[in-house]
């Protein structure tokens, strides 16, 4: 079954401290994987997509195969990175949209 | 350009009764999905609507039912409402379905069921 797991659900930082937010998933074929962010009071929105291998406010996810993992990294975290963190997948055979969420991972920067 | 609109914000229904919740998409979107977010949980999909067809759904009983209007805005409806029915109802929205396109969320409507 597709399943992605976030094992944390609290991360606890100092700031200027590294980030790593853990997400594994469980998938046959070619994972299509993303990261969305929700801050306080706002609405979730996508930070990134591995695809695109592109680095957004200083993160960046690497899709590694072997160890079936997309974790988030940013090496010296802000306190304005505060937020809740979820990872997703895009459901097999599903179209852009049908996402596989894991239950999310807060982070709090402490100043 | 708006953004994904949500209505209600937040209502309360008794359980057994039916509820429908509105989305209105990003302008020049086609594609609108829904979700389900309990507490502690992730997001969890309900169903998809493309150029008003279902195009997908996720693991939710036919009492989950859904539209989408020509102008692309969408609809959930919630028959014979549970307690386990409580959660936030997200829509999202997309320029189409397609591989590669960003969706985007609403803020979402929150459902209790007492």
């Known amino acids: 079954a597709q399943r992605v797991t976030q094992p944390e659900k609290l991360l606890s930082v100092f700031k200027g401290a590294p980030v790593e937010l853990k997400c594994n998933y469980s998938y046959s074929g070619s994972p299509e994987l993303f990261w969305y962010v929700q801050y306080s009071r706002q609405r979730l929105q996508l930070l990134l997509r591995?695809?695109s291998r592109e680095s957004i406010k200083g993160f960046t996810a690497d899709l590694n195969k072997g160890e079936t993992s997309f974790h988030l990294k940013k090496p010296f975290a802000q306190e304005e990175d505060s937020a809740m963190y979820y990872c997703?997948?895009?459901?097999?055979?599903?179209?852009?949209?049908?996402?596989?969420f894991g239950k999310g991972t807060k982070l709090s920067v402490k100043p | 350009e708006t953004g994904v609109t949500q209505s209600p914000t937040h209502l309360i229904k008794t359980r057994g009764q039916q509820v429908t919740l509105r989305c209105s998409s990003q302008s020049g979107h086609n594609t609108v999905s829904w979700y389900q977010q309990a507490l502690g949980q992730g997001p969890q999909f309900i169903f998809q609507y493309y150029r008003e067809e279902e195009n997908g759904r996720g693991n939710f009983p036919p009492r989950f039912s859904g539209l989408q209007f020509p102008n692309y805005s969408s609809e959930l409806n919630v028959n014979a409402l549970e307690l386990d029915d409580s959660a936030l109802y997200l829509c999202?929205?997309?320029?189409?379905?397609?591989?590669?396109?960003?969706?985007?969320f609403g803020e979402g409507s929150w459902l209790t069921v007492v």
């Open positions: 997703a997948l895009q459901n097999y055979g599903g179209s852009q949209g049908n996402l596989i």
């Open positions: 591995h695809i």
């Open positions: 999202a929205s997309s320029f189409s379905p397609s591989s590669g396109n960003t969706i985007y």
